[in-house]
């Protein structure tokens, strides 16, 4: 829906992505305060920053398998776990720069997550969720027992040129215009015919069928692009935090990816940004509210900042499923619309 006095008159026009001035100016204005962030922000909340961009590619990634394609992943966690020990292994044993291992590190999680994918062909829903809850835990066998998992692979820093990207500053750099273009990238895959193939078999996969869509292709081609997605974000974090360890990819991690597409709102590229901005804020929150909570009460000190963020979570993502299980984006959308009407909203 256009705000009122707007038109569309080419087809062009009618398939843009950002439509009128104003829309241009707000984005431009957006990505100017976004670059400029490290130059005014505390060293923790460009660590925020960072934390919230490699998490967004890895929802926007799920959202394109769950979301739009329908089918459940409880191994995104797993998946991003290759591209980090892939990325750690290719610029360590084969001295590739780190500029290409990224995206190789992104093509090996996509081809692991086209082995997994091949069930999906057969079983769906709970039975295609149990299969990537197996893909989790054997990932995660595979790098511990042939790969040094447990104790983890050093990742050196990035290099471009004298530039070396060590800080948090100069990092923010490299995980927040990826994690821009993973989005921008994301919302042009699902106005694709790829993107209306997905959608259809998340809505019916047997009329789907019976339309001429190759179901089983384009699932396939749904999970090597999620995971493609999570490879890179897992390769990302790994080069952050100079560690390739199994203790950053668990099943959790999972699970609260997944939460946070819900929250956000599956089937919506602007829910995947909001999901995990709000989770991650949430998580940030609890932290800094948890030491007050153990010096208040010293019979909860044990523990009890793991303990506070699963109850906050889960009590957030049931509040969620409850009262708005479209999402932050249905809400957002629902705005949108009341400001386009005006004056005659209601």
Known sequence: MQPCGTFNRTYAQDMAIIRTGTQWAI???????LFTLPL??????????????VGIIAVQGLNILTGYCGQISIAQSGFMAVGAFGSALITSRLNIPFWFAVPLSGVLAGVVGLLFGIPSLRIKGFYLALATLAAQFIITFAIIHFFNGDTGVQVSAPRLGPVVFSTDRS???IVVPTAVLFTFLAKNIVRTRMGRAFIAIRDNDIAAEAMGINIFRYK?????IGCFFAGIAGSLWAAYIGLASVDHYS?????????????????????????VVFIRVIEYLTQLVAPYIAALVPALSF?????????????????????????????????KTSYRLHPWAR
Do not use: K
């Not at 708005?324 to 959308?333: F, I, K, Q």
């Open 40 to 53: 005014y922000l505390p060293g923790q909340y460009v660590y925020l920053t960072i934390y919230i961009g």
């Open 251 to 275: 099943l959790l991690d999972s699970v609260w990816l997944l939460a946070m597409m819900v929250v956000g709102g599956m089937g919506s590229v602007s829910g995947a940004v909001f999901g």
């Open 27 to 33: 984005l431009a204005v957006f990505l100017v305060a």
């Open 220 to 224: 396939l081609l749904a999970f090597f």
């Open 171 to 173: 990092f923010f750099y």
């Open 303 to 335: 523990n009890v900042l793991s303990a506070l963020e699963v109850l906050v979570f889960s009590l957030i993502l049931m509040l969620f499923l409850i009262f708005e299980p479209r999402g932050l984006a249905h809400r957002w959308e629902m705005f």
